[in-house]
């Protein structure tokens, strides 16, 4: 929203619906990956974000701002392109109870 504020736009409401596509089979390990076909890969094949916004600016200001939103936002840019994925484990050992 900060962006918002840096070009004088006041936002009265903002709504954003994200949808996917997943392979739900692949998902629930029911059908295994093969060979790595995208059409058996537990993940999203395509996420689509849907912006609904009322504000006090004209269409055409709040395309740009729109525009300049997915260009420089983390996550978007994150879901866009391949990144490094590290996982942890610590397991931790149950207290028995006296």
Known sequence: MSCCQQQGIK???IRIDVE???????????VPPAELNMDR???????????KIEADADAK?????????????P???TLSRPVTIKTELEVL????VA
Do not use: C, M, Y
Request: no cysteine.
């Open 11 to 13: 936002v009265r409401a």
């Open 93 to 96: 050992q149950a207290r028995s």
């Open 75 to 77: 996550v978007g840019v």
């Open 61 to 73: 200001a709040l395309k740009d701002l729109h525009e300049h939103v997915v260009r420089t936002s």
């Open 20 to 30: 996917g596509e997943i392979d739900l089979p692949g998902f629930l390990g029911l």
């Open 41 to 51: 890969l537990p993940g999203f094949k395509n996420v689509t974000a849907r912006v």
